[in-house]
């Protein structure tokens, strides 16, 4: 359990820092993700991913008991966890502020789908 808190945090922690870094990218950036199709979100993210998971040292392969031959493997495959966690998260997060802000349906009728169950 405490493992599957390590890469919550870890990924609230890089979807965190990459919403504020983001601004601050020049328009270029921008342009090659429009242009050229340059997944710019996905660069940032695993590349914060993989330097809180070198930083830190985490990696989720040895906590959990599995040993492995080649170095820092663990460590990369845990950043990818993350990255793929912060990811997962501004999804949640994005969905829970558009039902908030009234964006999103929130019922089968409201979607289209069907009456709703009374």
Not at 23 to 48: F, M, N, R
Request: with cysteine; charged share 15%; proline share 5%.
């Amino acid at each position: 359990m405490t493992e599957l808190l390590i890469v919550f945090i870890l990924a609230f922690v890089v979807e965190a820092v990459w919403q504020a870094l983001k601004p601050l990218w020049p328009g270029k950036l921008k342009e090659w993700e429009v242009s050229y199709g340059v997944p710019i979100d996905a660069i940032g993210c695993l590349v914060i991913a993989l330097l809180l998971c070198f930083g830190t040292g985490t990696d989720l392969l040895a906590l959990i008991g599995v040993p492995l031959v080649i170095p820092y493997v663990g460590i990369i495959l845990t950043a990818v966890l993350i990255y793929r966690g912060s990811t997962f998260l501004h999804d949640v997060l994005a969905g829970i502020n558009d039902i908030r802000t009234g964006n999103k349906p929130v019922t089968w009728a409201e979607a289209g789908m069907g009456e709703d169950e009374g």
